[in-house]
């Protein structure tokens, strides 16, 4: 039931979750909490990650100055006359958490037709306490050209940032803009004026894709990591990693094994002796360093990961399968087999494999849980593929970057448990199947 759970996480890992472990980050603030936690007193009114949507409302305009574009996407002014014109146009939020710790907004604006006049623009947000902050304006001067394809952004977290708003008398402005629940406004005024008094002036001001994402505390079912991204597609996407690492490294080994085991036990002679002194030098070499080397000299590619996992597992299946198959070899039907002038490759073919295939498979269930093991051992200490998010990636970027002084359990704690479970689950399945192959393991009934 473990392995199929498991193996169902990994097929369906894209429907579990919407989020690419590998490209995803600022969902959210760094180090959120799962949304399960508002459960609790303490944390029902954290805030979560709110996008504020751009419905644009005139409230103030003159007559030169008007709007004859307003959707959510796009906001397009156009001035033309004489004299000096403003616009305000604001849109209203309804914020219902308590204080974030960033904030992040974003826009892009352009002029055309700009002719005879200079303008001005200003972005501001006025809180549910009346005090209101300019944080942004283009840049502050007066304008008489036309822009082109102007992006801007504020971070609240950087302190860049803050001194080129004025806001080095905050300490965090995320915190002291939305410092309460209530009503927002984000307001956005452009100023109009001619260059000589006598003669009509024209612009046209393009304002889009403005968007303000106030980052939350609490996220998703796991939280999440250093840089906002979601724990727990990380660990579901984890599950391919390291069944796949698991599976393929052990299939690969259990060939290799089975393959030298009835070579060197049914051919004998010099082969039997080169096979098994190969792998008493192979038994005898310190694994775990000698990947790390490896690993380090050629690359850190998974299945690279899992060619080195399968060189360095199949010595022991191999003694295994040769002491069974130098048992098998002086039975009747071997005999009877050489009598009726099969060769020694259809003979092991024919009779060999299928007879140690048993213990083989025994072997196979049993390898996955060391290859899973030993890919998370490796990819914790800083030599697994970086592209790949299994588990112990997971544990080598929670301890890397501050999850244990954090006290983030939830980036911790689950890929730790999934290596647990799944190790137990092929333990269970291995030893089980064990007993039906080894006469000398089943229970007396």
Partial sequence: ???????????????????????????????????????????????????????????????????????????????????????????????????????????????ENVSAATYHIEFAIRNPSGLEFSI???????????????????????????????MTFMQNPATEIFNEPGEYRLILRMWFRPVSPTRPGTAKMHFENAQIRIKGLVHGILGTDSVGGDVFSQLIYGSQISLAIGLSSALLATVLGLSVGISAGYIGGFVDEGLMR???ILLCLPVLPLLLGLINLFGTSVWYLVLL?????????????RSVVLSLKERPFIE?????????????????VPNVLP???????????????????????????????SWGRMLNYAFNNG??????????????LAITTITLGFVFVGHAVDEVVNPRLRRRR
């Fill in 278 to 280: 190969i792998v008493d």
């Fill in 359 to 389: 213990v083989a498979m025994a072997a196979l269930v049993l390898a996955v849980p060391a290859a899973i093991i030993t890919e998370a051992a490796i990819s914790f200490i800083g030599f697994g593929d970086p592209s790949a998010p």
């Fill in 1 to 111: 039931m473990i392995l199929a759970i498991y193996g169902a996480v990994a097929i369906f890992a894209p429907v579990l979750t919407p989020y690419d472990p590998t490209l995803t980050k600022d969902l959210a603030n760094p180090f959120a909490q799962p949304e399960w936690m508002t459960i609790f007193p303490q944390f029902r009114s954290l805030p979560r990650t709110t996008d504020i949507p751009m419905e644009w409302t005139v409230i103030k305009a003159s007559n030169a100055a008007s709007v004859i574009k307003n959707q959510v996407e796009e906001l397009v002014v156009l001035y033309d006359g004489t004299g000096s014109h403003s616009i305000n146009i604001t849109t209203v939020y309804l914020y219902p958490y308590s204080a974030p710790k960033e904030f992040l907004a974003s826009w892009t604006w352009w002029s």
């Fill in 309 to 321: 996992l399968a060189v360095f597992g199949w010595q022991g299946l191999s003694r295994l399968i």
């Fill in 403 to 416: 999850a244990f002084s954090a006290l983030a359990w939830w980036w911790v704690i689950p890929p730790g």
């Fill in 136 to 166: 942004w304006s283009n840049p502050g001067v007066w304008s008489g050209a036309n822009q082109t394809w102007i992006s801007a952004s504020i971070y609240s977290s950087s302190s860049e940032v803050r001194n080129r708003l004025g």
């Fill in 336 to 352: 009877c087999a050489r009598a009726a002038g099969a060769s020694k490759f259809y003979i092991m073919v024919r009779h060999m």
